[in-house]
């Protein structure tokens, strides 16, 4: 039977995590970013699954031929999942697996769903391979601002969307006060509004996975890329890893990361099926 952990048991799984695997689970075990986890065995789990708190996705870990586990997972994805995640909004369920042997397993148990997949790639910052020499030309009007408490309070009402802001925080940290405790960030402001955010998605100890959005119609005019040099400059001035992932189809996010000097440490394939 496939139980869910309560956050002060997650701790149960830090040795079903693959070392060389996606950032996004770690954090979520280590209880640094919200999510909720699914086991085989509440006491002694040999598998389990991630779902992530920004609803971005399941993540597969532990054991991948434990046959127990493998044969509930679909009524389970049935009878609890898709019920809950209908609540929140989602209409697709998104799984990967933590180490690449998870693939074929996913194929088998999930093949009668219409299953799709795509390529998701990684990359790592390094001091060495940062290219910082070259300084970034942007429109007029725009002004690069680190996300600090002041601006995120916004008492003198200077910032017309800070909705936005918070919004962006909140889908991946369970409070403002946690983010601000271990997360960094940067905004890239025009007229009094907050178009383009870069800022510490998940965290695990020195290593800060990059999460990036720019606001539809200020797209296209080089905000992401820099906006991303000053959040990395901080980052490497800390000795803190910047992470980048991102689909190995979102070709403009791959040109910002490497024009960057970000490389490429490993890949990894997702898959999907609609509800």
Known sequence: ??????????????DLLYEQGQLEAKAVIEG??????????????????????NNDGFIFIGDEKNEGFNNELNNFIDNIIIPE????????????????????????????????????RVYTLQKDDYKCNSELAIDQGYKVVKICETLFENNDFSI????????QILEFWSSFETFFCVGI?????YKDEIVSICFSGFVV???????????????????????????????????????????????????????????????????????
């Open 32 to 53: 640094v970013n919200p999510g909720r986890v699914f086991v085989d065995d509440i006491n002694h789990p040999i598998s389990g699954l991630i779902w992530l708190g």
């Open 205 to 275: 100890g020195n290593i800060h996975a990059v999460s990036i959005e720019t606001i539809e119609g200020h797209r296209g005019k080089k905000l992401a890329q820099k906006i991303a040099k000053s959040f990395v400059t901080d980052c490497l001035n800390n000795n803190i890893v910047p992470y980048w992932d991102c689909m190995e189809s979102n070709k403009p996010s791959i040109a910002v990361a490497e024009n960057i000097g970000f490389k490429n440490v490993f890949n990894y394939i997702g898959y999907d099926f609609s509800f």
């Open 185 to 189: 960030g940067y905004c890239m402001i």
């Open 85 to 120: 995640a209908i609540k929140v909004g989602l209409t697709w369920f998104e799984g990967i697996g933590n180490h690449r042997k998870w693939n074929t397993t996913i194929e088998e148990v999930l093949k009668s769903r219409k299953l799709g997949s795509w390529n998701q």
């Open 1 to 14: 039977m496939i139980s869910e952990l309560k956050k002060f048991e997650f701790f149960k799984c830090k």
């Open 160 to 167: 017309k969307n800070i909705e936005f802001l918070h919004s």
